[in-house]
Each structure stands twice: as structure tokens, then as C-alpha cells.
């Protein structure tokens, strides 16, 4: 997505997206409870990933694919295994916004950006990546294309008023044009497209831009023969819908819970939102639906910005250890504050990658916090069992049950310390396996240690912003 938000627009609905009649997130937009169904199967390296989200032309000095594949080891040693790579073809010029465009423009699907390399500087990164044990997925950006896309040629292709005159998705894309799903050639153009990158580039899948915009069946046509091509390919839809996750997509968005925890953290909403956020999904979801869990993305304003340095890590360290798949957005790592949503998308404001002198604490707390979800198989493959605190508004607890394994999380979402207790579920006593991760940096001082104070369960103590891990063989 461009321009618009989504957390902003499940706020502010149809007055945001034009005249695109938008569903609240999460929900079904045919009225059909989708409980009662099961999900496609996931791979397993899909189930287990942790994606690291690119966008090349802020990554690195260089700004293009060579300085992508300079970087994959930063990218292996934080201990990711999927490179998601924000749009990578040539970017429309006219009705342009910004000095270089949105990446969501896009003039030729079948083409690299010469801003950023070539078709083979590609195929040298995803062999680098590979070699790396790295899988790599394109965004694919099936609603629209730039005005002078090379799809122009054909206007039928898109959609057009009354007067044949193509129509933009909304008032606000006013850069790009809308494709048309009731003309069988642009299905048939954009799955060969999507075939091309899998076939001739090695690619591992497809992050889906604004995923709800284009039909359903369209997805699920063209899944059978991607799959032809490659057949554990990872489908991620930028959206919240359950009927994408029946038989189209390995996973979604996880738009509401991003929405609660900004509640929580931005305006002091109660943290037992992240339960009932959570248990909204279960309701509404075919069974077993993975969802790509995240604090900050390239739609957002930076997690630092809007929650302050130990809340944004309080929120990843949900990220981390709640059921789906778990999102770093570059530069996350080492708490880097530079703008990459709109305007900014349309510009190039680097990653500021020396401000990891100042906050070292973050790549240690994101290296430790990676290498437990990996470790810990409950933690990426569990089933979630949530248990009470005895100050839920504040204090999120859960345990993570699966593999021979209890995991028991608990984060306070808030500024003051904590003390009370959480209700353990019976059985044998916890161990603490919480990661030795500083707090951050004070003005003017050193980076302290963090001392939470010791007790035995269910008695626990929490700083502000503080989470404590606890592990125990299970049945």
C-alpha cells in the first residue's frame, strides 16, 4: 500500500478509500462465517519464518539491489530468514508524487528500476541469498499500475468510466491506475507475470499490495499455477479478510492487532485488547489462518517515533512471542527513527545505520529475541493459551504450548513498574529463559542493565515496559 494507512482507514472507513467500499479488518465481507473452515496448509519454513522487510532504496548507501546483496549477512546474523523486498520495477513519471515516485507506481511488472540495478543483479542476490539459507519474495502490486505503465498499450486492461477514460483506485492513488479483474487478459497477464519472477529470477514468493482490492477468485486461480512453478511458494496478503486465507494465502496482515497495540501504547487503551483482539481473529478466521504480526512497517509512522524507545521494544517483544509470523522493518534493528511512509515513500531518506552507537541495546535485544523464537519451537509453532494477571489493563500474559514446551510471556504495556501476580497453569515449576537485554540509554548516562527484581510464580515483578519469559517442559 502507498499512501493510505490501514490502521487509518479501519478508522475512518469509506471517507478515506474514495470509492472503495472497505470492510472492517478482520471481518468477512460476505456475511459467511469462515470458523467453521480450515486454512490452507503453510509450509513449514513459512510457519516458521521471520520476515525482514527491504526497501532498497533506503537500505543501503548505494540505494540499490547490489547494496541489498552487500547487506544480506547483517540480514542472516539478525537471525531473519525471509527478505521481503518492497517493489523493485521501473516507477511511473507522469502524474508522479514526490522526486522519484512511489515503488506501489510501477511502469513495467516485468522489469527492474535501472535506479536499482539489473534483471541479473537480482539473480545474483537471490543466489546470495539462498546460499545464505535466506528465501526472498517480491512485492507484487496487482490493484493498479503508474499512468504510463507499458499495460497503457491495451486500455482495456483497467478500469474506465462511461467515457473510456481509465480511472485511478481512489481520489488519493491519483499516481496510479486501476487494473480490471473482469477482463480474463489482465488475469492472464498478471499471473504470467507473477510465473516469470518465480521461473526466471529463483524467487520464493509474493508479498500481495493491498490484496482485498483485487478479487478473491483471482487469487485463487493463480495460486494453482504459481505453485506449478514452485511449489512451496509463500503467498502474504496486505489485508485482513478471511476469505483470502481459505484457499489463496499462506497468511495476512494482522491490521487489528497492529491497530490495538497502537491504541494501547499511543492513546493508554487497556492492554486486555490484545486479547480480545486476538480472540476476535479465532472467531472470525478459518482455523489455523497465520497472521504477519508487526509494530512498524513502511505504511507507519516508526514504532520509536510513536511509542518511545522501551515501548517500542516492549511491542516487539510481543511481535516476537505471539502466535504468526513476526515482521522487522529495516532499520527496526538498531532503532532508526528516518521516515519511509508517505511523503517520505516518494523520496530517499536512508537508514541511518550509525545510530546504533547510540542504541546498542536494540540489535542485542533483536538478535536475543530472534535466536528464542527459534530455539523454541513452541514460540513458533504453539498453540496460544492466555492467562490472567492481576492488572490486565496493563499486563499482557499468555503461554505458548506445543512441541514438548510451555512458554510463558508476560509484557507490560505501560509506563509504570509492576508487581503482582499471573495465573501459571498447573503442572511442573517455570524456568526463566527472559534474554539479558539492556535497558535503553539513558540521557546523559550509560546503558543499564535491567534488575527485575526476583520472585517465584505466579508472584511476578515487570519494570515499565518490562517482559519476562518463562519456560518449562510440557506432557
Same mark, same amino acid.
Not at 94 to 106: C, F, Q, V
Not at 331 to 352: C, H, K, N, Q, W
Not at 357 to 369: D, I, L, T, W
Not at 447 to 466: I, K, M
Given at each position: ?216 477468485? =483471482? /487469487?485463487?486461480?493463480?495460486?494453482? $499455477?504459481? *505453485?506449478?512453478? @514452485? ?5 502474504? +496478503? ?113 537508514? =541511518? /545505520?550509525?545510530?546504533?552507537?547510540? $542504541?546498542? *541495546?536494540?540489535? @542485542? ?5 530472534? +535466536? ?60 526463566e529463559i527472559t534474554p539479558a537485554v539492556p535497558l535503553p540509554q539513558q540521557p546523559g548516562g ?30
Open positions: 500500500m502507498q499512501a493510505l494507512s490501514p490502521l487509518l482507514a479501519a478508522s475512518l472507513g469509506t471517507a478515506l478509500l474514495g470509492t472503495i467500499a472497505h470492510p472492517v479488518w478482520g471481518q468477512s465481507r460476505d456475511g459467511r462465517d469462515w470458523s467453521h473452515e480450515t486454512a490452507r496448509a503453510v509450509p513449514d519454513w513459512v510457519r516458521d519464518a521471520v520476515v525482514y522487510e527491504v526497501f532498497p532504496r533506503a537500505f543501503s548507501p548505494e540505494g540499490n539491489l547490489s547494496g541489498v546483496t552487500s547487506r544480506l549477512d547483517h540480514v542472516r546474523d539478525l537471525g531473519a530468514t525471509v527478505v521481503w523486498l518492497m517493489p523493485i520495477h521501473p516507477i511511473g513519471a507522469l502524474k508522479r508524487k514526490g522526486t522519484y515516485g512511489s515503488p506501489y507506481s510501477i511502469r513495467d511488472f516485468r522489469a527492474v528500476n535501472p535506479d536499482y540495478g539489473t534483471g541479473e543483479d537480482l539473480k545474483r542476490l537471490v543466489r546470495e541469498a539462498h546460499a545464505r539459507g535466506l528465501r526472498v519474495i517480491l512485492d507484487v502490486v496487482a490493484n493498479h499500475t503508474s499512468w504510463d505503465s507499458v499495460m497503457m498499450a491495451t486500455p482495456e486492461l483497467y478500469v474506465r468510466d462511461a467515457q473510456g477514460r481509465v480511472q485511478p483506485p481512489n481520489t488519493d492513488w491519483s499516481d496510479v491506475a486501476k487494473l480490471d479483474y473482469t477482463n480474463p487478459k489482465t488475469r492472464a497477464y498478471m499471473v504470467e507475470m507473477m510465473v516469470q519472477w518465480l521461473r526466471d529470477y529463483g524467487v520464493d514468493g509474493f508479498r500481495c499490495d493491498v490484496a482485498g482490492l483485487v478479487p478473491t477468485d =483471482f /487469487w485463487e486461480e493463480a495460486r494453482p $499455477r504459481l *505453485e506449478a512453478v @514452485r511449489p512451496d511458494l509463500f503467498l502474504l +496478503a496486505e489485508w485482513s479478510t478471511p476469505d483470502l486465507m481459505a484457499k489463496a494465502f499462506d497468511a495476512d496482515y494482522a491490521w487489528p492487532f497492529h491497530a490495538t497495540l497502537n491504541g494501547i501504547l499511543s492513546l493508554g487503551a487497556p492492554a486486555s485488547g490484545i486479547r480480545a483482539t486476538w480472540e476476535e481473529e479465532r472467531r472470525n478466521f478459518p482455523r489455523g489462518s497465520l497472521h504477519l504480526r508487526f509494530s512498524d512497517n513502511h505504511d507507519e509512522k516508526r514504532a520509536i517515533a510513536r511509542f518511545g524507545e522501551p515501548a517500542a521494544l516492549a511491542a516487539q517483544a510481543l511481535v516476537f512471542t505471539m502466535d504468526g509470523i513476526p515482521l522487522v522493518y529495516n532499520g527496526m534493528e538498531i532503532g532508526d527513527t528516518a521516515e519511509s511512509g508517505g511523503p517520505a515513500l516518494t523520496e530517499r531518506v536512508p537508514v =541511518f /545505520w550509525p545510530i546504533v552507537e547510540r $542504541r546498542p *541495546e536494540f540489535p @542485542r535485544f533483536y538478535r536475543s529475541m530472534i +535466536a528464542l523464537r527459534r530455539e523454541h519451537p513452541a514460540l513458533r509453532q504453539g498453540e496460544t493459551l492466555w492467562v490472567n494477571s492481576s492488572e490486565s489493563d496493563r499486563v499482557v500474559s499468555f503461554v505458548r504450548r506445543g512441541v514438548g514446551e510451555d512458554v510463558l510471556v508476560a509484557v507490560n504495556l505501560s509506563s509504570r513498574p509492576w508487581a503482582g501476580t499471573v495465573d501459571t497453569p498447573a503442572g511442573a515449576p517455570f524456568a550509560a546503558t543499564p542493565e535491567r534488575t527485575a527484581r526476583t520472585v517465584e510464580l505466579p508472584s511476578l515483578a515487570l519494570e515499565a515496559w518490562g517482559f519476562r519469559i518463562f519456560r518449562r517442559k510440557s506432557p
